[in-house]
């Protein structure tokens, strides 16, 4: 039994030393790779401060768009108004006119007409049927 006892002891010994041997061999490339990203960090540092300045750049010409889009909303919205009231005025207008210009046409037909009567000539060629 004591030799089995040893044996045991002798091979968790031996697990042990192989579990070391990774844990040094991992320890040494972390290391590395401790080193690779210490060299990378001055790069990658620069590179994402350039992109945050382009960001705050963007951010402020899309704030100045905001700001142009907001006044040309409020433009076209007078325009509109100007349009709608000059509509509103112009139409009383146009509509006096065209009835001043129907009264006028009918006038000059009455006119036309009693002239075509008096001479003996009939008003028109289809008043027989």
């Not at 990658?44 to 142009?68: K, M, N, Y």
């Not at 040309?72 to 001043?100: F, H, I, Q, W, Y």
């Amino acid at each position: 039994m004591g030799v089995g006892v040893l044996l045991c002891g002798i091979s968790l010994f031996v697990v042990c030393l192989a579990l070391a041997k990774v844990v040094t061999r991992l320890n040494g490339t972390l290391d590395e790779v401790d080193r690779q990203i210490a060299a990378l960090s001055p790069p990658v540092i620069r590179t994402l401060d350039h992109v945050g300045g382009i960001a705050d750049t963007a951010d402020a010409t899309v704030a100045r768009l905001g700001a142009v889009v907001g006044t040309l909303e409020t433009v076209a919205a007078a325009v509109g108004k100007t349009a709608r009231l000059a509509s509103d005025a112009l139409a009383p207008a146009l509509v006096n006119a065209g009835a001043a210009l129907t009264g006028i046409s009918a006038g000059l037909r009455k006119l036309v007409a009693g002239r075509r009567g008096e001479s003996g000539v009939p008003a028109s060629p289809s008043s027989d049927g």
